[in-house]
């Protein structure tokens, strides 16, 4: 640990930065600043000095606010805590809720001039605005949660991680959570005594919540996006945000360019689940659609292939994405490969992004279009800009707030051939 770890600094807070962090300078330094709002001055402790580029900081106490600061919506995460003991998880909870979508706006604008050298406004004709889910404006962002992961100490205290630490922080109270979810929570102290991880979920499905208990056998829980049912393991990935699945299943939807969309084509779901947007596309294709949905989990695979068993031409497969392209790619006939040119790839990747290799092999298919659902915008800009070095141009682009008081964003991007 650096001499400087400790030390108070008084800091002019400039910007927002990719993971929901502020930015200052001191004597040329960056300092990355948590739970500050740009424009503040704060005072801040140094806790990490290691890089001779970066430090960074938690913000101590405010010295000239911001108009956007708020009381935090989360008590547990508030200022007046020592930040070693802050409530993680609600990262923009300090700030007003449509001047956290602002930020959000910024980093994702940033984040496509630094990584796909892309002014959004120029390439889209319009500035590209983060919308709010149904609801979360009237509730103010809050009870929107329909899973929590609780971490549980050693004396079995059930708690949230304090942030960027595995330090299990006490509470009272989950204000994102639904509520049901915070209904069933275990947060007592010492309510769950030898355990070490416990989820909370509340799927639609069902009336009340559930909880998960470290490595629990699965249980089969059913959850509904519309007039639509999808059965996924309680241990597996489903949207958190309660309208998550609707507003993606939309904008998915709104995405999908109908005049480049072929019935006839060989369509693809990649990191497809349960096979919520492989449902999405096939609503558009129609009855007929041929869609695959690849996904490395066997289990949501099973489930997929229930989930979409009203369309006669969907298959779920397991595999992960890269190999099973490579493996389609190879044994595809000239006929298949026509089809794929005709078909339209619809893409959910982990927060890390498609990636390099998997960009290059489905621009190898030569898609009619992509749409490009992205938890992460730096990871979304970097494909982009790969995805641009191979013959698609950005086209149209959608960002929601799906994680409210986080600096998470959702956005949705349509790719096409440059003609």
């Not at 769950?192 to 909370?200: I, L």
């Amino acid at each position: 640990m650096g001499e400087s770890v400790g030390t108070l600094l008084e800091l002019d807070v400039t910007g927002i930065a990719h993971g929901g962090i502020s930015v200052a300078r001191h004597e040329g330094r960056v300092v990355f600043v948590s739970d500050a709002v740009p424009g503040e001055r704060v005072v801040a402790r140094v806790t990490e000095d290691r890089k001779k580029s970066f430090w960074r900081a938690d913000t101590v106490s405010v010295v000239t606010p911001s108009e956007h600061r708020v009381d935090h919506v989360w008590p547990e995460a508030a200022l007046d805590r020592d930040p070693a003991v802050r409530a993680g998880g609600a990262e923009f909870g300090h700030i007003a809720l449509p001047h956290q979508r602002t930020l959000k706006h910024d980093v994702l604008v940033d984040a496509f001039a630094r990584f796909a050298r892309t002014d959004l406004t120029e390439v889209l004709g319009h500035d590209v605005t983060v919308e709010a889910a149904p609801g979360d404006d009237e509730a103010n962002g809050l009870g929107w949660r329909t899973r929590v992961r609780l971490h549980v100490d050693e004396d079995g205290t059930a708690g949230p991680f304090a942030a960027r630490s595995h330090t299990v922080v006490p509470v009272t109270s989950l204000p994102l959570a639904s509520q049901r979810v915070q209904d069933s929570a275990p947060l007592g102290r010492g309510a769950m005594p030898g355990a070490s991880v416990v989820d909370v979920l509340a799927p639609s499905g069902a009336e009340g919540a559930r909880l998960v208990i470290d490595e629990q056998k699965p249980t089969v829980v059913t959850e509904t996006v519309g007039d639509r049912s999808f059965t996924v393991d309680d241990n597996g990935f489903w949207q958190v945000h309660r309208q998550a699945p609707a507003v993606l299943t939309a904008a998915v939807q709104d995405l999908v360019d109908r005049e480049r969309l072929d019935p006839e084509g060989q369509h693809l779901d990649l990191y497809g689940g349960v096979g919520l947007l492989a449902a999405a596309l096939g609503d558009v294709v129609g009855p007929k659609a041929r869609i695959t949905s690849v996904e490395s989990a066997p289990r949501a695979t099973e489930h997929a292939q229930e989930n979409l068993a009203e369309w006669i031409g969907a298959r779920a497969e397991t595999g992960r994405v890269d190999r099973w392209l490579a493996r389609t790619a190879a044994d595809a006939s000239r006929s298949e490969l026509q089809r794929f040119r005709a078909g339209t790839v619809v893409l959910d990747p982990p927060r890390s992004g498609a990636g390099r290799e998997v960009v290059v092999q489905v621009a190898a298919l030569q898609p009619a279009q992509v749409v490009y659902v992205a938890c992460d915008p730096v990871a979304l800009a970097r494909d982009v800009a790969t995805f641009a070095d191979l013959g698609y141009r950005l086209e149209a682009l959608r960002a929601f707030d799906l994680f409210p008081h986080t600096h998470h964003l959702e956005a949705v991007a349509r790719l096409v051939p440059i003609a």
